[in-house]
């Protein structure tokens, strides 16, 4: 799974373990990835950037699935054409 959030920032406004995700992403994935030669996107890159990035990569048929027993992952189900 992946960090659920939105690519807009103040679209996470009021989901409640954004702060979190933030943190945590702030903390270990941007210093990551950036030491890496990375994009620094972090944790919480955001569901409109990861369609983009798999529409780039060939995925056009994706279902995010968000599951209600889960408040901190969206699961993207891909399929290449």
């Keep these: 799974g992946d ?6 920032v103040h679209e996470n406004i009021g989901q409640p373990l954004a702060p979190y ?4 992403s702030l903390a ?3 210093p990551a990835s950036l030491r890496e030669g990375g994009e620094g996107l972090g944790a919480m890159w955001g569901e409109q950037r990861a369609l983009e990035y798999l529409g780039d990569a060939g995925f056009h048929d994706v279902v995010v699935v ?3 027993d889960d408040l901190i992952n969206c699961y993207y189900v891909c399929r290449k054409s």
Excluded: I, Y
């Design 3 to 8: 960090s659920r959030g939105s690519t807009n």
């Design 21 to 24: 995700v933030f943190l945590w």
């Design 28 to 30: 270990g994935c941007m």
């Design 66 to 68: 968000k599951p209600d």
